[in-house]
Structure formats: structure tokens, C-alpha cells
């Protein structure tokens, strides 16, 4: 599976972005997928999650503010963030696996995207 995320850019605090990421190569619908998120000199962190039958979660840093969801026909997932906040700021990455469980942990996901940069200016 290859998934290409797209979406990141330069926004200014309480702006929204969408981010999206697409998979090709596998059946899409089999997969959990994930965000994960990077800042600089921090450790990669979740952010939200979508199991193969629908329900989400994301971290309580974000929670209220971004919503995930996924289109199986596109196999596309999308993470809208609004009331950006300087503290999102990091690179965001998509990631899909077969797991049911532990899906705020990175080691759950088998594919992962190249990452896309949300920087978030106060």
C-alpha cells in the first residue's frame, strides 16, 4: 500500500486546513488509518484514528478541533483541523495497517505516507 498525503501549508492561528491522504495498491477498506503528527526535536504523536468499520478517536490535544474520516470509494481519509493553534504545527503523517487494537500507537500501522508540513503562525 502507498498513501500520499497532501493538504499541509503555512495558515495563521484559528485558520482551518484539510488534510488528505490517498492509498493505492491494497483494498483500502481492510485498513485502519491514522495521523500521526511531528514537530520539530518532539516525538511523533497521534492525533486521530479511524477503524476499518468507522469509529474514531483522536488525541485530547486536538479533540473538538479535528475530525477524521474516510471515504472508501475515494480511498481517501481526511483529517479537517480547525482553530489551528502554533502548537499543531509539525509534519503530518497518514499511516494504515491491519490491526484492530492499540490504534493510537504508531507500531500498529504497517504503511505509511511521506508526511505533509502544517506550520501554524501566531
Same mark, same amino acid.
Given at each position: 500500500? +502507498?498513501? +500520499? @498525503?497532501?493538504?499541509?501549508? $503555512? #495558515? &495563521? ?9 490517498? @492509498? ?7 485498513? @485502519? $488509518?491514522?495521523?500521526?503528527? &511531528?514537530? !520539530? ?11 476499518? %468499520? /468507522? ?16 471515504? *472508501?470509494?475515494? *480511498?481517501?481519509? %481526511?483529517? &479537517?483541523? *480547525?482553530?489551528?493553534? !502554533? ?14 487494537? %492499540? $490504534?493510537? #500507537? @504508531? ?6 505516507? &511521506? /508526511?505533509?508540513? #502544517?506550520?501554524?503562525?501566531?
Amino acid at each position: 500500500v +502507498q498513501l +500520499q @498525503a497532501s493538504g499541509g501549508g $503555512l #495558515v &495563521q492561528t484559528g485558520d482551518s486546513l484539510r488534510l488528505s491522504c490517498t @492509498a493505492s495498491g491494497g483494498s483500502f477498506g481492510r485498513y @485502519a $488509518l491514522g495521523w500521526f503528527r &511531528q514537530a !520539530p526535536g518532539k516525538e511523533r504523536e497521534f492525533v486521530a484514528r479511524v477503524a476499518t %468499520y /468507522g469509529t474514531t478517536s483522536s488525541a485530547d490535544s486536538v479533540k473538538g478541533r479535528f475530525t477524521m474520516s474516510r471515504d *472508501n470509494d475515494k *480511498n481517501t481519509v %481526511y483529517l &479537517q483541523m *480547525n482553530s489551528l493553534k !502554533p502548537e499543531d504545527t509539525a509534519v503530518y503523517y497518514c499511516a494504515a495497517g491491519t490491526s484492530s487494537y %492499540y $490504534l493510537d #500507537v @504508531a507500531s500498529s500501522y504497517t504503511y505509511w505516507g &511521506q /508526511g505533509t508540513l #502544517v506550520t501554524v503562525s501566531s
